[in-house]
């Protein structure tokens, strides 16, 4: 009880330094990004606002004081309630100012519904055609949204049906040798949904919500933007072809202006490239590809759940690795799961030497005998023979999010991750409620002024997230975990296991934490490959020393050798 009283003591101590150098910090930082600390440096104190902490495996103490120096030490951007719940206001008066937004995605349609909330009249151009369809096909997939993409989609009251996604309840991996291991630690507070069915949910809140405030406008393809002018130009499109249903006095083509053009459209981000042929060079696009292919495939119930844990089984996350081939099978909320086969481009198998059903027969029968319970259909068959192969993931990166203060780069236009670390819809969704808080926080009277702000705050973080998807296997670009990576997460879990209040559980387990911010987690990172080097290198020197400078040590080993020998001989 006294250990107690002084802990609590020394934490209030603690405390008020912190709230003192807080105010200090503050009155230090430009009034832009004063502005943007809209998190409090203690949990009661007087603001809508408090910063979401999750609970960390650290003993409370060390949770506590690591959660006073966040309040007191960072400019958070994504912030909710003070007691948990989202903060999503009543939509404001209009502002008379137009956005374009090109891309009905998730980043998109979120993105716009963050906008109208604020005032802005809202226009979302897509290149498909309508569609009302909450439903999922083979021939989409789904994404696993974790805290970051769930809060993002919790500030835009979006509230995902439950017949439409899965809380994921943990992780199957399917060995070769082990056979199916499951792990209730693995996707904590996830969420498996269709990208399709979540792109249709955004985008009916959105009509439903916000009316003529928001307009969808499909079957529309970018074909140029006249950044002078500020003018989108946009040709009718019916699926593959020029629309057909156009009279005789109408027009192929569409412009519409803007005050704010939003580039939400994809890895092959049309906008994107209409900056770069505008810009003669000063804005810098960087791709990686991880050089795979991918088809996608509905797995049925999977058979071999252990006795009582059926419905675990149904929900789980499964995974057959085997190198560089891999089936990744996240839940639907039928008990099925959406499937993606991911080959190399080059090798043994891949999809460009698969073309009849034999193939992708020998490919299962070989690989993963057990995805559909030994038994692969033949039109699953026919259908993965014929289906064409998607690209793998692809990192991207931009010199800049913002390119002449009125048009944004958002979602895998401006900041494409690896699938890797199941990062890429969870950092584009929070860079939408990103760009929320900072217009929030600074008004609307001066945008360029509010972008740039944006960008400056935004741009380090999914930076981040990028680099850490893209060494999310120790930077190997055939998706099998690298030696010295595995080796550095055993050493600091065993750590974090023996010492829990000492070492923290590697940082890579905190990708998902919204206590963390990316490139926290990227530091830490980085501390901890120091540590495993400093602990190798200091093990190294102390056998060296023990064994080799130590003339009884070298005796006791080498008597230890010779019993152990003469052991094996007699065996033998």
Known sequence: ALSRALTQ???????????ASHVDMRAQLSPSRAMLVTCT?????PSSRACVHA????????????????????????C????GASAPTDAAALNGKSVVIIGAGPAGALTSIHLASLGYEVDVYERRGAS?????????????LNGRGLDALDAGGIVLDDELCVYVSGGVRHGVKSGAVFSSQSFSRAVSVNRAVLAATIAREASEKYGDRIRFHFNRSLVGVNFNTQTAVFEKFEGEDVCPFLSEDESLFEEKTYDLLVGADGVRSRVRAEIVQDSQGSFVVKQVTDGMKYKSVMLPKLAGAPRGMENDWSRAFHTWRRGQTSVLAPPNPDGTHSAVVILPESGEWTWDKIEAPQQ??????????????????SKTSSMLAKQKASPGGTTTTVSSMVYKDNVLLIGDAAHSCWPSLGQGANVALETTHALRVTLEEMGDEDLPKAL?????LRKPQVDAAARLSQGGFGGSMNRTIGGVLMARMVFISILHAVLPTVFHRPALFEISNTAYSYDEVEKMMKRESFSFCASLIFGAVTFWYLVFQNPAMRRSLGALVHRFVSAAIGAA
Not at 360 to 377: E, Q
Request: glycine share 2%; charged share 30%; aromatic share 8%.
């Open 41 to 45: 440096t203690r949990p009661d104190a």
């Open 360 to 377: 992708v027969d020998r490919l299962f029968a070989t690989k993963f005998p057990d995805a559909f319970s030994g038994n692969l259909p």
């Open 132 to 144: 009302n369809k909450v439903e999922t096909s083979a021939r989409t997939y789904n994404v696993v």
């Open 452 to 456: 740039k702000t944006f960008d400056k």
């Open 55 to 78: 609970s960390s495996s650290l003993s409370s103490r060390r949770a506590n004081a690591r959660q006073q120096q966040r309040w007191a030490h960072r400019s958070r951007i994504v």
């Open 80 to 83: 909710r309630d003070a007691d």
């Open 9 to 19: 003591l020394n934490a209030t101590r603690a405390l008020t330094q912190l709230n």
